[in-house]
Nanobody, 124 residues
Framework: QVQLVESGGGLVQTGGSLRLSCAAS????????MGWFRQAPGKEREFVAA????????YYAGSVKGRFTISRDNAKNTVYLQMNNLKPEDAAVYYC?????????????????WGQGTQVTVSS
């Protein structure tokens, strides 16, 4: 089973950009579908984006489509989330998750492994 460590969060102004990274340990990273989720204070964890194991399919929540891009580098055991045109409502703790279902997965309950999260703050 992989272990996940997120990085890249921080404070950014409205309209700014950040790139989050999620580094995975283990030699089976390329067999996992990966997802990014976020959780704001007092709210449930919500789906942001997902990418299949080969990177051939991606899927986005409507609220981020056109602004965020998920990608992966299986040689580096890393998945990325490029976030552009950030808005105050994007502020949250961002988590990456991994699962072995060979398709896009948006339900948090179907993810087997989670990272510890990275904080994104967007100032208005």
């Amino acid at each position: 089973q992989v272990q996940l460590v997120e990085s890249g969060g921080g404070l950014v102004q409205t309209g700014g950009s950040l790139r989050l990274s999620c580094a995975a340990s283990g030699r089976t990273f390329s067999s996992y579908t990966m997802g990014w989720f976020r959780q704001a204070p007092g709210k449930e964890r919500e789906f942001v984006a997902a990418i299949t194991s080969s990177g051939s399919k991606t899927y986005y929540a409507g609220s981020v489509k056109g602004r965020f891009t998920i990608s992966r580098d299986n040689a580096k055991n890393t998945v990325y989330l490029q976030m552009n045109n950030l808005k105050p409502e994007d502020a949250a703790v961002y988590y990456c998750g991994a699962n072995r279902i060979q398709n896009i997965v948006i339900a948090t309950t179907l993810y087997d492994v989670w990272g510890q999260g990275t904080q994104v703050t967007v100032s208005s």
